[in-house]
């Protein structure tokens, strides 16, 4: 579909190299519906085939990233509905993005929204940012990854406070367990997001995307797997003419010019 006939998100090229999504249902705290959902992974997916894209990253506005799953949707949703509404395969395709995604977060990034923000690659905040997984609150449990990656970011106490009992974060608190790279003002976040996903997008392609896997390949394998899979892609790199590039412009004293192949 062309980015124009998008209805609950928007698409812009920032700057250089750089794809931003802006969740766009405002009046709904950009509650996270199917067809949102849809959107954004299709503008990601184009984003993640198309050469002059680096980095992408999701925003929503200043109030709210977003501030869960729809519970209209979902309220009074069968299982059989719910797995006929395709919800996790949504989520799923999130996960075969190959290049770096930043989440932009500002306000609230609860439930889905949380989850959506811990599933990117990078995170920054706002100062307003809150970060929460409040689904014990409806009856439920946090069903995107909530539980998962919590536990493996900020720890099992914080994550058990945050899914039993509605504890949430601050940005500051935030930052200090690790959940986010760096937070800044409300008017700034954004352009810091942009400036972080335009310096990676500057880098060599093809090393990006495997920093990437194999970045995320420590939260899927015992150490030992991790180690081979990290020297097999370190190994690959050297069929790339970015590492010839990179390594000769070093030696020569010049700044590299990538080629992405
Ligand atoms: N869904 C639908 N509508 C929402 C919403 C949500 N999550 N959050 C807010 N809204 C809507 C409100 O219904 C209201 O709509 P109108 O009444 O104006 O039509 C409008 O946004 C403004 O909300 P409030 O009137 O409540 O505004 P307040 O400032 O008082 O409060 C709030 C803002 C964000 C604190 C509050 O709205 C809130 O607590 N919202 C719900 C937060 C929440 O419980 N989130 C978790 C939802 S469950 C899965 C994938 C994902 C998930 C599960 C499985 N799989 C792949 C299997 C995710 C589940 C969830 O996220």
Redesign the pocket.
């Known amino acids: 579909m062309p980015a124009s006939d998008y209805e609950h998100i928007l698409v812009e090229f920032p700057a250089e190299g750089v794809g931003l999504v802006r969740l766009n249902r405002p009046?709904?705290?950009n509650?996270l519906n199917g067809p949102l959902m849809d959107e954004l992974m299709d503008a990601l997916a184009a984003m993640d085939r198309d050469d002059t894209i680096g980095c992408m990253v999701i925003t929503g506005n200043e109030k709210?990233f977003a501030?869960?799953?729809?519970?209209?949707e979902m309220a009074q949703a069968t299982p059989v509905e719910m797995e006929r509404m395709d919800?996790?395969g949504r989520?799923e395709r999130l996960r075969a993005m190959r290049k770096p995604i930043i989440a932009a977060v500002s306000g609230?990034a609860?439930?889905?929204g949380c989850?959506l923000a811990l599933a990117c690659d990078m995170i920054v905040a706002s100062e307003t940012a809150v970060f929460g997984q409040?689904?014990i609150?409806?009856g439920v449990i946090p069903?995107?990854g909530g539980t998962q990656r919590l536990a493996r970011t900020i720890g099992k106490a914080l994550t058990m406070e945050m899914v039993l009992n509605d504890r949430r974060l601050s940005a500051a608190e935030a930052a200090q367990f690790g959940l986010v790279n760096r937070v800044a003002s409300v008017e700034d976040y954004l352009n810091q997001a942009i400036e972080l996903a335009t310096s990676i997008a500057a880098r060599a392609p093809v090393a990006v995307r495997s920093a990437k896997a194999a970045v995320n390949m420590a939260f899927e394998t015992p150490l030992a797997a991790g180690l081979a899979y990290e020297r097999e892609r370190f190994y690959a790199l050297f069929a790339t003419a970015d590492q010839k590039e990179g390594m000769t412009a070093f030696l020569e004293k010049r700044k590299p010019a990538w080629s992405g192949r």
């Open positions: 009046r709904a705290f509650a709210a501030a869960g799953a729809d519970i209209g919800f996790i989520w609230y609860l439930g889905g989850e409040p689904e609150n409806l069903g995107a």
